[in-house]
């Protein structure tokens, strides 16, 4: 069977990138290709056995803290440079291994995947709940965040996941609500402490409505009022919920701010956590969610500016299907606009990473390195700068430096294949129809085998998807 | 790296024979214009303007702030005196320094136009100069440098490995990070741009980058590598180092931006120790590894720090601030007119905060923008309401603040 256009786009541009004889498989049925990676609940696993359940995460973290205050309590200026090695950067670079062990494990499973139109979604979603590890308390739970809230998610509703993202310890510390307290609620009226108004106000502005759905600095506090008594269990709060175990989520009722709380002009009344589950659901539902969502989806699959017809394609099915993401990942499949044969999405460098070492159908990645390699090409998994997340069009992507950062890194990648391999077959089976006369020409005009990857994978056609 | 790369990258941002008017122009008289530097400092997740620089004589600050205010100058950990009954982060000890020597203005209540509470949208609106969010597509510097005349071209580099948002808009523009790996050979590079002859993305970026390539090689800098990588704001100072020594460089560019990330300090941020305090180490150790950096061009630049907007006025809950409006800027450099304040003072009267919890916004960020630009580059007044800052109606440049 020939390789079709259409194989290359469902691999290339829906997936992560053509492995060795992936085109071939795709070009059976493209849509059907990717249409049977969205419903299946394993097709979304990372199967890399020894990473941490949150629970465990939540330990690591509590014995870092302890070891922490015993090692520089009262010492504040007078550790030398050896005891301040030995008490706060030891244990911090030993908690970092935990990231480095998600990464490589996430990475690992990216190379080698079959389904990786599915891995795609998880990364995308991820992005979208983004808990970025670059808070010393979010390191232990950024990975485990993405595999027991994300990944788990994928096959259900954005309601649920909404929920379940933001239950989790890894959001709750991140985004400081873990320590806020109801201005009166028995414990902030008895201490020093209080709102913390932050996630409520990334929930609002980049997971749910957008900055112009429609909500008030006045909905702004009321939901982070209503979310107030959502907080983790650790040592601290052994006291005030006994049966928790560390990282399990909590509800401390202490904390938490009494009466009804009106959001987006809707009264909750309640005195639980119901009351702040039921304002996220209802977020989740809202219009301006569902068209903050289409744009996101449709800017990410198909263009920087993403055409009207394709967003409000992806509304509807979010609005009519009550945010059932199977729902909405298959309406992405039958756009007509993603099939588009120009390939108009540049790579984020994780993209181009990730893409170029599945063409040259590396089967392992070395763990030594690859924290430096996603360092230079600008995006370390799990370090998202910001809330919002990694940006997701080409005016952040292809500055000069990160062009040429992109290509030093081909260069490095190139000279160690060495020179038996065949530049130009590999693009051919990566890309298929896709790969340009241009292109083809420049390999084989190339001083060596290995210039000739370099220009392979720096090319117009390889860069984008 | 040879002289012909740079000509085609002309040609090739120009689109082939209309190239001699533009870009050309910039390589050969750019030295001239180029004297006046300009360096554009971001704080990005709302710097805390009220830690930065402390109105410790307001009657309603100790107040508002609790744990943390700052004590004054004399006390322990109490600020570094200024008059007005300000004073700046006992951290702050460079900035100190230049307002000592005259070469510090401190804006106190500054903020963009944007009113609402996003960091995303915050920093669009301080980028793009424009009134609302997305209101323009291009940067406010970005188009200042389009707009130059000829005689007048300059060039700009952000110190980092995409462009931000201010600087885009123009072919003067372009952006530089320390690198780990072992540079591209000249070689693959060429053929890179003739295989990228067509691309509008790939080629005017890879062409710029070549050229920055090459003034970083000429002044030493490709094998600094690992300082300039390091997290946090120990970072900021080999970041501040590669833009002076970018700067200085013998037909460097005019202008750098920097961009200082984690000034998001919703919980315990700390007073006169603490993380606020180490971000403030962090900047001070940058601005003066900048004027090192710089040498003699220290005498003729004018670096602006600003940020997104300001953090509320009260302590929050959680020993930290939550987004807020008014925020403080500052100029200096040896062109600086400085050792004072600029701008109006709202004060922290209950009735003088803006919705009853941030410090009111006094001064358009816009307006300091524009003094750099007229007083400091000398753009014509009618190109920057035209062209730079077209939806800046009454905004004016402050007078008396760069030396000229």
């Known amino acids: ?465 | 790296m040879t002289l012909p790369l740079m000509t085609r990258r002309a040609a090739l941002i120009a689109g082939g024979a209309a190239f001699l008017a533009g870009s050309a122009g910039a390589l050969t008289v750019s030295k001239q214009a180029g004297d006046r530097k300009f360096v554009l400092v971001i704080l990005r997740g709302a710097m805390d303007g009220l830690a930065a620089a402390a109105p410790y004589g307001d009657a309603h600050y100790r107040a508002l702030r609790g744990k943390l205010a700052l004590a004054a100058p004399g006390e322990v950990g109490g600020v570094l005196p200024l008059t007005e009954g300000f004073g700046l982060h006992p951290n702050l000890t460079f900035l100190h320094e230049r307002w000592a020597g005259s070469e510090l203005a401190i804006l106190p209540a500054c903020a963009s136009p944007y009113r609402e509470r996003s960091h995303f949208d915050g920093q669009d609106v301080l980028e793009t100069g424009a009134a609302e969010v997305f209101g323009a597509s291009d940067g406010w510097l970005g188009r200042a440098l389009t707009a130059l005349p000829p005689g007048e071209a300059r060039e700009a580099v952000a110190i980092s490995s995409a462009l931000p948002l201010v600087l885009r808009g123009s072919a003067s523009a372009t952006s530089w990070a320390p690198s780990f790996a072992p540079s591209a050979s000249d070689d693959t590079l060429n053929r890179l741009m003739d295989l990228y002859a067509g691309d509008a993305i790939l080629g005017p970026a890879l062409a710029s980058a070549i050229e920055t390539n090459a003034i970083a090689s000429a002044s030493g800098m490709d094998t600094m590598g690992g300082k300039g990588r390091r997290a946090g704001p120990v970072a900021y100072k080999g970041l501040a180092e590669a833009a002076g020594r970018l700067l200085s460089a013998e037909g460097g560019p005019a202008a750098a931006v920097l961009s200082f990330d984690g000034w998001d300090t919703h919980a315990n941020q700390g007073a006169a120790n603490g993380q606020l305090a180490l971000r403030l180490a962090g900047l001070d150790a940058a601005l003066r590894a900048l004027k090192d950096g710089l040498g003699p061009h220290w005498s003729q630049t004018v670096v602006a720090v600003v940020t997104e907007f300001g953090r509320t006025v009260a302590e929050n809950g959680t020993g930290g601030t939550d987004h807020g409006t008014g925020s403080t800027a500052f100029l200096l450099g040896g062109a600086v007119s400085g050792g004072k304040f600029a701008g109006e003072w709202p004060g922290l009267a209950p009735k003088a905060l803006f919705q009853g919890r941030d410090v009111a916004p006094a001064t358009d960020l816009r307006s300091v923008f524009m003094t750099v630009l007229q007083d400091h580059w000398g753009l014509e007044r009618g190109l920057m309401t035209r062209t730079v800052f077209p939806d800046a109606g009454g905004v004016r440049a402050i007078e008396g603040l760069v030396r000229v």
């Not at chain 1, 017809?309 to 990942?329: D, I, Q, W």
Request: hydrophobic share 40%; glycine share 8%.
């Open chain 1, 1 to 465: 069977m020939p390789v079709t256009l259409a194989a290359a786009i469902a691999v290339n541009r829906f997936g992560l990138g053509a492995r060795p004889g992936e085109l071939d498989v795709a070009s059976k049925d493209p849509k059907d290709w990717l249409s049977r990676q969205i419903t299946n609940k394993s097709a979304f696993e990372l199967p890399v056995p020894g990473l941490l359940t949150t629970r465990v995460a939540a330990e690591a973290l509590s014995e870092y803290l302890q070891d922490l205050k015993v090692k520089t309590e009262g010492k504040a200026g007078k550790l030398s440079p050896e005891d301040q090695e030995e008490a706060i950067l030891k244990p911090l670079k030993q908690l970092r291994d935990i990231t480095i062990n998600e990464i490589e494990a996430r990475t690992q499973h990216a190379l080698t995947t079959q389904t990786s139109f599915a891995e795609r979604l998880v990364l995308f979603w991820s992005n979208h709940f983004t808990v970025s590890a670059n808070k010393a308390v979010t390191i232990p739970f950024a990975g485990v965040f993405e595999r027991e809230v994300i990944r788990v998610g994928m096959t259900g509703t954005f309601a649920d996941l909404l929920v379940a993202s933001t239950r989790h310890p890894g959001m709750l510390l991140y985004l400081d609500q873990a320590q806020s307290m109801g201005p009166n609620s028995k414990a902030g009226k008895r201490r020093d402490k209080g709102l913390n108004e932050n996630l409520a106000r990334e929930i609002l502005e980049l997971q749910t409505l957008g900055a112009q759905g429609g909500y008030t600095q006045a909905d702004v506090t009321e939901f982070a009022k209503a979310l107030t008594g959502w907080s983790l269990a650790g040592p601290r709060t052994k006291r005030l919920v006994p049966d928790a175990d560390p990282g399990d989520f909590i509800f401390v009722d202490r904390f938490h701010e009494p009466g009804a709380r009106t959001v987006m002009g809707k009264r909750y009344t309640g005195t639980d956590e119901g009351q702040g589950e039921a304002i996220l659901r209802d977020l989740a539902n809202h219009p301006s969610t569902a068209q903050r969502i289409a744009i996101k989806l449709a800017r990410h699959f198909i263009s920087d500016d993403p055409p009207a017809a394709a967003v409000e394609a992806l509304a509807k099915s979010f609005r009519t299907s009550g945010g059932r993401l199977p729902a909405l990942h298959e309406t992405l499949i039958a756009l007509e606009a993603a099939w588009q044969p120009e390939a108009r999405k540049f790579k984020s460098p994780n993209e181009f990473f990730l893409s170029a070492l599945r063409l040259a159908g590396l089967p392992k990645i070395e763990r030594k390195g690859i924290v430096a390699a996603y360092g230079l090409l600008g995006q370390v998994p799990y370090q998202a700068p910001s809330p919002e997340g990694w940006p997701d069009d080409a005016a952040s992507w292809a500055g000069p430096d990160a062009v040429i950062k992109r290509v030093e890194w081909s260069q490095a990648l190139s000279d160690r294949l060495g020179s038996k391999i065949r530049p130009e077959d590999m693009m051919r089976a990566a890309l298929g129809p896709a790969l340009s006369a241009r292109t083809v020409q420049s390999i084989a005009r190339a001083e060596s085998a290995s210039q000739g990857l370099t220009l392979a994978l720096m090319s117009p056609e390889f860069q984008r998807r």
